[in-house]
């Protein structure tokens, strides 16, 4: 089993920056692939990043890419998410996943998954 935590969201202002975090439990966490997804107010949930167990494979959304970055830290069971340049369209509960998917972009082939951090991002 594996528990993921997510810490880190908050208000900030168009331009600003965020990093989350995401704290997990469990032995196989370095052996397990790790996404963000978000979801914002009246829309579904989708993918932002994500990140292999190895740290030699990362993905990340057209609507993130070269603004957020993906990192993990697996001496310390935790996965982050840099957000620079935040936009108010970047507003969403984010939530981490972990699993081992054969479409990084598909939710329902992440099993593990936190609560969700709410960014907030104000014009």
């Known amino acids: 089993q594996v528990q993921l935590v997510e810490s880190g969201g908050g208000l900030v202002q168009a331009g600003g920056s965020l990093r989350l975090s995401c704290a997990a439990s469990g032995r196989t966490f370095n052996y397990l692939d790790l996404g963000w997804f978000r979801q914002a107010p009246g829309k579904e949930r989708e993918f932002v990043a994500a990140l292999s167990w190895s740290g030699s494979s990362i993905y990340y959304a057209d609507s993130v890419k070269g603004r957020f970055t993906i990192s993990r830290d697996n001496a310390k069971n935790t996965v982050y998410l840099q957000m620079n340049s935040l936009k108010p369209e970047d507003t969403a509960v984010y939530y981490c996943?972990?699993?081992?998917?054969?479409?990084?972009?598909?939710?329902?082939?992440?099993?593990?998954w936190g609560q969700g951090t709410l960014v907030t991002v104000s014009s």
């Open positions: 996943a972990a699993d081992r998917p054969l479409d990084w972009k598909a939710e329902d082939e992440y099993l593990y």
